[in-house]
């Protein structure tokens, strides 16, 4: 590990002028001078591993906004404080009530003692855990871009088959995330330019040919919060995980589902899946698939088809397809089924 200077800013403004004073406009904040850290469980692992090499760490758990620490409820939806820990959002009454799909995408991820570190700004903007990425020896293009992406023809079990490129076939490996995409959550970010919200899909990049390029925000941003508008429906939703062992792993593939239901006819749906994709991903063609459509075996397979239509698999993948189906069938028969 590089040496670092350490700071604890105790306001956003002060943060975001540290950071602007070290960072330029283009930066990319995962290779900037300075970066933000929050319950470190991710930037701290990729720090020792040379992943990272801030030369400036600014710890955000001395600001003093009591909002950046509260889970506030109101009729408009829910607002995370950026820096509530994903143990503290998974154990909340009103999400487990009110955003099933929420709670069980919280309960669902790491460990009882990482879920009581991290913080739900940083679950977001956790990296990816490409094994090629991880160790410094190999060709990435997300890490050294222009090097090569050895995944493409190493071992790629565990790498994406939605929204990969010929550049980077890394998957987004977060859990909380598919929850937030399928529910239309909106980000808040305070920078040196001023405020502003990103609406959830807008924060994570594809590949693309620039896959070091990974969110839309600045260096010098900073996650203030993270709201889900109310949606009464959301009730009934839940989050499928689907991995090699039953705890402490990441998903081989995952699906968030929740859905407004008239009888057994779909008024609505929402679908995002995980471990199968490069961001967190939205499924809109399998969403409009069941628009209008009695839930049953074979609209939820039409659906699942529709999901992966446009999957790529590589040598070692494939079986991630099918997999991915699967989850989705029986995440939304299950999700049909919930008494609400
Ligand atoms: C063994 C292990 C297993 C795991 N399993 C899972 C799993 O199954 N599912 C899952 O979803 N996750 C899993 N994780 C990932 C874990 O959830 C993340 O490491 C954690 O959520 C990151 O949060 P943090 O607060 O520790 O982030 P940090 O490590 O502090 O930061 C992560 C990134 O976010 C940036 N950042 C943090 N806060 C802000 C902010 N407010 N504004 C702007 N930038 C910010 C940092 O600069 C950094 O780039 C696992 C991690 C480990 C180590
Ligand atoms: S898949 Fe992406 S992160 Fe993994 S080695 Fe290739 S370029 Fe790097």
Not at 177 to 193: C, F, T
Not at 200 to 207: D, G, N, S, V, Y
Not at 234 to 263: M, N, P, Q, T
Not at 268 to 297: C, F, H, M, N, Y
């Amino acid at each position: 590990m590089r040496p670092f200077v350490y700071e604890q800013p105790t306001d956003i403004s002060a943060a975001v002028a540290i950071a602007s004073s070290f960072t330029s406009r283009d930066d990319q904040p995962t290779r900037a001078n300075a970066q933000f850290i929050a319950g470190g469980t991710n930037l701290a692992d990729y720090m020792k591993l040379g992943v990272a090499e801030p030369a400036r760490l600014l710890d955000l758990n001395r600001l003093k906004d009591p909002s950046l620490r509260q889970i506030r409820v109101t009729d408009d939806g829910i607002r995370f404080g950026a820096l509530v820990r994903m143990g503290e959002a998974a154990d909340h009454r009103d999400v487990k009530q009110r955003y099933p799909v929420i709670a069980d995408s919280l309960r669902l991820a790491a460990s009882g003692q990482i879920r009581n570190m991290a913080s739900l700004a940083g679950n977001v903007l956790q990296r990816t855990r490409c094994e090629y990425f991880r160790e410094t020896s190999w060709h990435c293009n997300k890490r050294a871009p222009g090097s090569g992406c050895a995944a493409m023809e190493g071992f790629n079990r565990q790498h994406a088959v939605l929204g990969t490129s010929d550049a980077c076939i890394a998957t987004y490996h977060g859990d909380f995330a598919q929850a937030l995409i399928a529910l239309d959550a909106v980000i808040h970010a305070e920078g040196s330019r001023g405020t502003r919200k990103i609406p959830f899909a807008m924060l994570h990049r594809q590949p693309g040919e620039t896959p070091h390029m990974e969110t839309d925000l600045a260096a010098d941003e900073i996650i203030s919060a993270i709201e889900v508008p109310a949606m009464p429906w959301a009730r009934r939703s839940l989050y499928l995980k689907i991995r090699d062992r039953e705890s402490y792993a990441f998903a081989l593939a995952s699906a968030a589902v929740a859905l407004d239901l008239d009888g057994e006819t779909v008024r609505e749906a929402r679908i995002a899946l995980g471990g199968v994709a490069t961001v967190p991903w939205r499924a809109r063609a399998a969403e409009q698939s069941l628009q209008g459509k009695r839930l049953d075996d074979a609209s939820a397979g039409a659906a699942a088809d529709a999901a992966f239509a446009q999957a790529q698999p590589r040598k070692h993948n494939a079986f991630k397809i099918e997999l991915g189906k699967r989850t989705l069938v029986r995440a939304l028969l299950e999700t049909r089924n919930m008494k609400v």
